[in-house]
C-alpha cells in the first residue's frame, strides 16, 4: 500500500510562506491524484487542495484559494504557501484521494504523521 511521508511545515510568521512535500515511500505517486488536508486543534480534519493525476487541474477550497498552490512532480506532491494567516495554523496530510470541482474525497484510512504548521507572531 502506498505510504506517503510529508514534510516541510514549521513556525513562520503571519504572511510568510512555507512549501510542503508529500513524498511516497515505495512506489511512486505519478498514478493518483493526491489531496492535501489540514487539522486544526479542536476541528475535523479537512480537504484544502487535490491535484488530479497528470497534475494539469487542481481543486483549492475557499479558505486558502489565491494563497495556496499545488503542484507534482514524478515523486513528490508540494503544497506551496503563501500570505498565512494564524487560521491556517494546523497539522497538515496528503492521502490519495479523488478531486473534485468543490471538494476533495480522500481515497484511504491510512494517514501519515503529518507535519505542522504554525502561524504566529
Known amino acids: 500500500q502506498l505510504q506517503l511521508v510529508e514534510s516541510g511545515g514549521g513556525l513562520v510568521h503571519p504572511g510568510g510562506s512555507l512549501r510542503l512535500s508529500c513524498a511516497a515511500s515505495?512506489?511512486?505517486?505519478?498514478?493518483?491524484?493526491i489531496g492535501w488536508f489540514r487539522q486544526a486543534p479542536g476541528n475535523q480534519r479537512r480537504g484544502i487542495g487535490c491535484?488530479?493525476?497528470?497534475?494539469?487541474w487542481t481543486y483549492l477550497a475557499d479558505s486558502v484559494l489565491g494563497r495556496f498552490t499545488i503542484s507534482r512532480d514524478k515523486n513528490t506532491v508540494y503544497l506551496e504557501m503563501n500570505s498565512l494567516k494564524s487560521e491556517d495554523t494546523a497539522m497538515y496530510y496528503c492521502?490519495?484521494?479523488?478531486?473534485?470541482?468543490?471538494?476533495?474525497?480522500?481515497?484511504?484510512?491510512?494517514w501519515g504523521q503529518g507535519t505542522q504548521v504554525t502561524v504566529s507572531s
Open positions: 492521502l490519495i484521494a479523488e478531486c473534485f470541482s468543490d471538494y476533495v474525497l480522500p481515497l484511504s484510512d491510512s
Open positions: 515505495g512506489p511512486t505517486l505519478d498514478a493518483t491524484a
Open positions: 491535484i488530479n493525476l497528470k497534475g494539469d
